[in-house]
Nanobody, 130 residues
Framework: QVQLVESGGGSVQAGGSLRLSCAAS????????MGWFRQAPGKDREFVAA????????YVVDSVKGRFTISRNTAENTVVLQMNSLQPEDTAVYYC???????????????????????WGQGTQVTVSS
């Protein structure tokens, strides 16, 4: 089992920045990739970014590319989503998720599917006002 705890959400004005952190514990040896997803009110959950547990490869959805950066802190077993130039449309609950070693058999394009991740955090609210 893997436990995930997100932190760092909050309220900012448009153009501001937030740094989300996801701390992983438990059977972290079973993690292959970590992902960030978000869900806005009335909308489906969407993929935001992913990073392999080694920290060597990252993937970011086009809508946030250039504004969001994902990274892995190997010393602390955490994954960070740095969000800059935030816009009101970024308002959502942000979730981190852990994907197992079985994801080695998939290409990176498959990291966007939430069904590939069996472990999820509780979510953290991000609110961006105009």
């Amino acid at each position: 089992q893997v436990q995930l705890v997100e932190s760092g959400g909050g309220s900012v004005q448009a153009g501001g920045s937030l740094r989300l952190s996801c701390a992983a514990s438990g059977d972290t040896f079973s993690i292959y990739v970590m992902g960030w997803f978000r869900q806005a009110p009335g909308k489906d959950r969407e993929f935001v970014a992913a990073v392999r547990w080694t920290g060597r490869s990252t993937y970011v959805v086009d809508s946030v590319k250039g504004r969001f950066t994902i990274s892995r802190n190997t010393a602390e077993n955490t994954v960070v989503l740095q969000m800059n130039s935030l816009q009101p449309e970024d308002t959502a609950v942000y979730y981190c998720a852990a994907g197992p070693q079985e994801l080695r058999a998939y290409s990176a394009v498959d990291y966007r599917w939430g069904t590939k991740y069996p472990y999820w955090g509780q979510g953290t609210q991000v609110t961006v006002s105009s």
